[in-house]
C-alpha cells in the first residue's frame, strides 16, 4: 500500500471515530433533554428519570422529525386519585415510531405501552379502606357494615380486574365478618360499595387500562394507547 493511500485510510478512520462520537454525543444530549423536560413536567428530581432508544444514528430526527423508539423510566410520579395527591411508583412506558420529534407540543408516539404500581398505602388512601395484597392475586379491603345499627367491621378478598376505561370489577370474592352473618343482598352491598372505592386515576385521551395486577409493593397497572400526543402526558 503506498504512502498516500496509508495517510488517506488513517484520515477516514479518523473521521469515523470523530463521526461516531459526535453520534453518541448527540444522542446522550438528546436524552438528557428529555429526562430533563419530563422531569420539568412532573415537579421531581431530574436524576430519578431515565431516558433511553435504541436508535444510536439520530440522522432521522434532523431529517424527518422520527423517532424509532424512546424508553421512559420514572422513579416517583405525581398523580391526583379522589382529591388525594398521591404517586406512581415504577413508572415504565415504551414509546414507538415517534414522529414531530422537533415540536415539544406535537411530538406523537404510534404506539405506548406502560406500567405503573399504585403502593397499598395510596390505594387505601384513595379509597378510605386498608386494602393491603392477599394470596394468589388477591387484594383484601377491610371496611365496615352497619348491622341493627352497629358497624360490624367486614373484610373483603378477591381477584381484581380492570375495564379500559378504569372501573375496577373484583371477582372471586369473599366476604368475611368476624361475628354475624350477613345476608346475601347485604354481601353484594359490600362488595359493589368496594368496587366503587377502588378508583384509579383517570387517563388522558388515547390511552386505557389493558391490566392489573395485585403485588407484593401495590397495585400494577398496564396502560396501552395509540396516537399518543406525549404533551397530554407530561
Same mark, same amino acid.
Given at each position: 500500500?503506498?504512502?498516500?493511500?496509508?495517510?488517506?485510510?488513517?484520515?477516514?478512520?479518523?473521521?469515523?471515530?470523530? %463521526?461516531?462520537?459526535?453520534?453518541?454525543?448527540?444522542?446522550?444530549?438528546?436524552?438528557?433533554?428529555? =429526562?430533563?423536560?419530563?422531569?420539568?413536567?412532573?415537579?421531581?428530581?431530574? /436524576?430519578?428519570?431515565?431516558? /433511553? &432508544?435504541?436508535?444510536?444514528?439520530?440522522?432521522?430526527?434532523?431529517?424527518?422529525?422520527?423517532?424509532? !423508539?424512546?424508553?421512559?423510566?420514572?422513579?416517583?410520579?405525581?398523580?391526583? +386519585? #379522589?382529591?388525594?395527591?398521591? *404517586?406512581?411508583?415504577?413508572?415504565?412506558?415504551?414509546?414507538?415510531?415517534?414522529?414531530?420529534? #422537533?415540536?415539544?407540543?406535537?411530538?406523537?408516539?404510534?404506539?405506548?405501552? %406502560?406500567?405503573?404500581?399504585?403502593?397499598? !398505602? !395510596?390505594? *387505601?388512601?384513595?379509597? @378510605?379502606?386498608?386494602?393491603?395484597?392477599? &394470596?394468589?392475586?388477591?387484594? =383484601?379491603?377491610?371496611?365496615? +357494615?352497619?348491622?341493627?345499627?352497629?358497624?360490624?367491621?367486614?373484610?373483603?378478598?378477591?381477584?381484581?380486574?380492570?375495564?379500559?376505561? @378504569?372501573?375496577? &370489577?373484583?371477582?372471586?370474592?369473599? +366476604? *368475611?365478618?368476624?361475628?354475624?352473618?350477613?345476608? !346475601?343482598?347485604?354481601?353484594?352491598?359490600?362488595?359493589?360499595?368496594?368496587?366503587?372505592?377502588?378508583?384509579?386515576?383517570?387517563?388522558?385521551?388515547?390511552?386505557?387500562? *389493558?391490566?392489573?395486577?395485585? &403485588?407484593?409493593? @401495590?397495585?400494577?397497572?398496564?396502560? /396501552?394507547?395509540?396516537?399518543?400526543?406525549?404533551?397530554?402526558?407530561?
Amino acid at each position: 500500500m503506498s504512502r498516500g493511500l496509508k495517510v488517506l485510510c488513517g484520515l477516514l478512520v479518523v473521521v469515523l471515530v470523530l %463521526a461516531g462520537a459526535a453520534v453518541g454525543v448527540s444522542r446522550y444530549v438528546a436524552m438528557r433533554t428529555v =429526562q430533563s423536560r419530563v422531569a420539568g413536567q412532573l415537579g421531581v428530581d431530574p /436524576s430519578t428519570v431515565h431516558a /433511553s &432508544t435504541s436508535q444510536w444514528v439520530l440522522l432521522s430526527v434532523f431529517t424527518s422529525g422520527t423517532l424509532d !423508539d424512546l424508553s421512559l423510566d420514572i422513579d416517583r410520579a405525581p398523580v391526583t +386519585v #379522589q382529591g388525594s395527591d398521591l *404517586s406512581l411508583q415504577s413508572v415504565h412506558g415504551d414509546f414507538t415510531d415517534l414522529s414531530h420529534v #422537533q415540536s415539544a407540543d406535537e411530538l406523537t408516539a404510534g404506539a405506548l405501552e %406502560a406500567s405503573a404500581v399504585m403502593s397499598w !398505602d !395510596d390505594v *387505601s388512601t384513595a379509597s @378510605g379502606m386498608s386494602v393491603s395484597g392477599g &394470596t394468589g392475586g388477591t387484594i =383484601q379491603a377491610e371496611t365496615t +357494615v352497619e348491622v341493627l345499627g352497629a358497624e360490624v367491621p367486614v373484610t373483603v378478598t378477591a381477584v381484581p380486574t380492570v375495564a379500559p376505561g @378504569g372501573a375496577i &370489577t373484583l371477582t372471586d370474592a369473599q +366476604v *368475611s365478618v368476624a361475628t354475624v352473618d350477613l345476608p !346475601d343482598t347485604l354481601v353484594q352491598a359490600v362488595l359493589a360499595n368496594t368496587q366503587d372505592r377502588l378508583v384509579l386515576p383517570d387517563l388522558p385521551g388515547g390511552l386505557g387500562y *389493558s391490566g392489573l395486577e395485585a &403485588t407484593a409493593d @401495590g397495585i400494577e397497572v398496564a396502560v /396501552s394507547g395509540q396516537d399518543v400526543r406525549l404533551s397530554t402526558l407530561f
